[in-house]
């Protein structure tokens, strides 16, 4: 049967759109899942503010009646702006292995762009660094993070195929958590807060954190603009991802790095336990009881945490401030029982970042990579 593609046009096809990915992955060990009320409500445009410079378009294949793929396409006009360039984009991309499923997608998805005025096309790209990025292309037999999407390895091969080259790789790594702080994190926090007048702040209620909210949001656009593809989130979405994300996480597990002299934060580090095994258990949902297992992970104990937000202001870069990162999450994550850590996925051209686990045993364990292709008007 040929290949029939349909744009996405209803919330219930919106919601098959969203299902699909964790369908075509019944079953497979390393895939984590998405919660669909989440995938909702980024592609919903009445709720998620990147609409107010985003528009995208959602597409499904069918071959004699059923889904057999998915691929979101996107165009993000303040990256554009912010990069000097007209792309578009491709997100959410799925399909099962047959080239004529793939074929129908990413021309489908082309010819959207093109229709928009655009000459070139990136992926998979979300609509902020908060979505998902990358294609999986090295490290198929790894369990996958909350942050990340998994992907299989026949889907680089169709898009090289479709004249999709390399544009950017994120390397992603395992860490392993050393017993005590290395004496040189030590040496170097002290100066650190010494001679820039800075301290370490933790909380132990969420209203606590709250004051600081928006400044972790800031921090996070002034630290990560120079990098591949970012968009500036808006003060909507700043508040937006406030509330999505805030009342989550482990307020032990959260490190500030604070100016005492205006109480800035100039360094961040989020992280949370693995929820990788308790989402599969999920697959999709929270109802009606996985929502029990899923906060039985995050407040109990565990054998590997998740690196899920890193920062350091611009003018602290370089300069140390990193270490007081460590030197106080490494004690908290032994009094938890963490054993290893892994990153988020990080540039392969951004040697700062990857420079800070020269002290430590570690592991390259997955590579992920945006695509890019010239699209002919």
């Known amino acids: 049967m040929a290949v029939e593609i349909k744009e996405v046009t209803t919330l219930a096809e ?20 998405g919660l669909i009320d989440d995938e909702l409500m980024t592609l919903d445009r009445k709720r998620n ?30 990256a554009n702006e912010t990069w000097n360039q007209q792309y578009g984009r491709f997100s959410f991309v799925d399909f099962i292995d047959d080239e004529e499923v793939s074929k129908a997608l990413f021309d489908a998805v082309e010819n959207w762009v093109i229709s928009k005025g655009m000459n070139g096309i990136q992926g998979p790209l979300g609509f902020t660094d908060l979505d998902h990025e990358g294609l999986l292309v090295w ?43 290395p004496e040189k994190h030590q040496r170097i926090a002290q100066i650190v807060m010494e001679k820039y007048g800075l301290t370490i702040k933790k909380f132990k209620r969420t209203k606590d954190i709250w004051p600081y909210a928006t400044k972790i949001f800031e921090l996070w656009n002034e630290a990560y603009k120079p990098l591949y593809g970012y968009s500036e989130l808006s003060p909507k979405q700043i508040k937006y991802y406030i509330n ?32 990788s095994k308790a989402l599969q258990k999920a697959k999709g949902s929270l109802l009606p009881f996985a929502w029990i297992s899923l906060l039985k ?29 460590f030197y106080d999450l490494i004690p908290v994550f032994n009094k938890i029982g963490f054993e290893y850590a892994e990153s988020n996925p990080e540039l392969e051209t ?14 390259h364990i997955k590579t992920r990579r945006a695509f890019i292709k010239n699209l002919e008007k």
């Open 350 to 363: 951004n040697i700062k970042v990857q420079s800070q686990w020269d002290y430590f045993e570690k592991e």
């Open 244 to 275: 999505m994300y805030i009342p989550m996480l482990r307020l032990d597990m959260i490190t500030l790095i604070v100016r005492k002299e205006d109480d800035a934060v100039v360094g961040i580090g989020i992280t949370l336990p693995s929820l």
């Open 49 to 78: 503010p990147a609409f107010e410079f985003c528009e995208s378009i959602c597409f499904l294949a069918y071959r004699d009646g059923k889904i057999v793929g998915r691929i979101a396409g996107l165009i993000n006009h303040r």
């Open 139 to 181: 490290g198929f037999d790894r369990v996958g993070t909350m942050a990340t999407a998994y992907s299989f390895p026949y889907y680089q091969e169709h898009l090289a195929k479709y004249g999709y080259k390399k544009d950017q790789d994120w390397h992603e790594f395992l860490i392993k958590i050393p017993k005590e702080i």
């Open 297 to 325: 992970t995050l407040y109990g104990k565990g054998k590997l945490v998740d690196l899920y937000i890193t920062g350091v202001a611009p003018e602290y870069q370089s300069k140390g401030v990193n270490a007081l990162l």
């Open 14 to 33: 919106l919601r098959k759109f969203v299902k699909f990915n964790i369908e075509l992955y019944a079953g497979n060990p390393y895939h984590v899942p």
